[in-house]
Nanobody, 128 residues
Framework: QVQLVESGGGLVQAGGSLRLSCAAS????????MGWFRQTPGKEREFVAA??????????ADSVKGRFTISRDNANAKNTVSLQMNSLKPEDTAVYYC???????????????????WGQGTQVTVSS
């Protein structure tokens, strides 16, 4: 079992920055892949970024590449994954979800079906 709790969402103006964090507990953190997804009303959950088990590789959606950075801290029992979001645009507005894939350790997993644990989500709103 893995429990995930996100924090850091909020309201920001276009061009601004936000940092999302996700605290994980339960299963050994440095053994599985982590990802961030987002969802807007009426749409399917969309892949944003993923990171492998040790933070050595990451994958990004084309829409956020160069603006968002995913990272993880496996040390000192912090067990957190973060998403630094810069140059935010109104189209980035969504509920952002942290996800864990205990069946995979790599970063090349973009499908929501590949993740078996999810956080409760945090709202990010970017005003124009």
């Amino acid at each position: 079992q893995v429990q995930l709790v996100e924090s850091g969402g909020g309201l920001v103006q276009a061009g601004g920055s936000l940092r999302l964090s996700c605290a994980a507990s339960g299963r050994t953190f440095n053994s599985y892949a982590m990802g961030w997804f987002r969802q807007t009303p009426g749409k399917e959950r969309e892949f944003v970024a993923a990171i492998n088990w040790n933070g050595g590789s990451a994958t990004y959606a084309d829409s956020v590449k160069g603006r968002f950075t995913i990272s993880r801290d496996n040390a000192n029992a912090k067990n957190t994954v973060s998403l630094q979001m810069n140059s935010l645009k109104p189209e980035d507005t969504a509920v952002y979800y942290c996800a864990a894939s205990t069946q995979y350790s790599g970063s090349d997993h973009r499908g929501a079906y590949e993740y078996n644990y999810w956080g409760q989500g945090t709202q990010v709103t970017v005003s124009s």
